[in-house]
């Protein structure tokens, strides 16, 4: 089976790793109120979806 013949260094291994970061999610305007909310999305605060009243939102 084969084995690595020298350890991996640090820098190696941390410029490996530059790419596996977490991004914060995109976040979009409501049409409707103006709330951030996830694209593609039906509103949380207003229950909204393409202007449309999708989901009642309770208050």
């Known amino acids: 089976m084969p084995v690595p013949k020298r350890k991996k260094s640090k820098s190696k291994r941390d410029k ?3 790419h596996q ?4 999610p ?3 305007p409501c ?3 103006g709330e951030a909310r996830l694209p593609h999305h ?3 605060s207003c229950g909204t979806y393409k202007g449309r009243k999708v989901v009642e939102i309770e208050e």
């Open 31 to 33: 049409s409707h109120c």
């Open 42 to 44: 039906v509103c949380p």
């Open 16 to 18: 490996r790793r530059t």
């Open 26 to 28: 995109t976040l979009t």
């Open 21 to 24: 970061k977490i991004t914060a």
